[in-house]
């Protein structure tokens, strides 16, 4: 029997930990790490203090197509295709340090990061896969993740030409859209929506240019 490199393992070991912190499920550290079940729920729960949530991974490619995840699942494809040409780094930490990108982007824009951090992991998946792809809006010419076999010629994104019920009813922290009339006044939110939006699109665009 091969004698387990203590290197490999104490690799194995930080990036576990990595993933716990942020939030990962115990499904994303069985994939991404040669630790076995045991060790990694003893490691999970020494680490977040508490039993991993059960449960399926999300399957469907729905959830990356709608409204408000698609934006900010387009922001972290675009940090992350940034990232794995630009860092010669193995394919989970390029993961993991988009997605540390990504939730420092929404914190500073006072945006919660929508996308958690099992569903980052498992859109690059879909994108490997050729489930998911990238389209560029030929509006704004930003890359959004969209089917994969989008006609690029006629693509609009959700930011230029939002659905009719985007941004009604949302809380606090989520993406807004200024749709209400402006005398009304705008509750919860302390920055503007059109500011919020702004800095999501500007945002968008500062990456896109990268
Ligand atoms: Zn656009």
Redesign the pocket.
Known sequence: MAVKSILTEARDIERAVALINLGARLQVLESETNLSYERLLRLYKEVAGKSPSKGQLPFSTDWFLTWQPNIHSSLFANIHEYLSKAAALDDIDVVIKAYKLYTEQMEACGIEPLLSFTRAWRLVKFMDNNMLGMTK?C??G?HFVTEPYEIARNF??G??VPPARAGKGASVGSLRLERTTPAQPVQQAAVSPTALQSKVAGLGKDLWSL
Do not use: I, Y
Request: glycine content about 12%.
């Open positions: 809006c509006k704004c930003g609009t994104c930011l230029c």
